[in-house]
Nanobody, 113 residues
């Protein structure tokens, strides 16, 4: 069974950068598509960005040009590089195997001066 383990959140000042990791384990020997979501307290999770099994990436407009999704195939890990962070990017970030209830545990990102 596929498991997702996240790391890399933290506190950063506006304009700063963070990189989140989503390590994929279990399942078959293949590259899985991964979607990144974020959730504010009291709100529903919102899609942020994703990467397909073939490496195609997509982003919501609010993060396009600032966030980059990439994959280390050897480590079977997907990254979310976040640059020029804004206070409105503050949220708990989750990675997800699309079409399933397989989620990472979530990692807090706080953008504040």
């Amino acid at each position: 069974q596929v498991q997702l383990v996240e790391s890399g959140g933290g506190l950063v000042q506006p304009g700063g950068s963070l990189t989140l990791s989503c390590a994929v384990s279990g399942g078959r020997d293949m590259l899985y598509p991964i979607i990144w979501y974020r959730q504010d307290p009291g709100e529903q999770r919102q899609l942020v960005a994703g990467i397909t099994d073939t490496g195609t990436t997509n982003y919501v407009r609010s993060v396009q040009g600032r966030f980059t999704v990439s994959r280390d195939t050897a480590k079977n890990t997907v990254f979310l590089q976040m640059n020029d962070l804004k206070p409105e990017d503050t949220a708990v970030y989750y990675c997800n195997l699309p079409g399933t209830q397989v989620w990472g545990q979530g990692t807090q990102v706080t953008v504040s001066s």
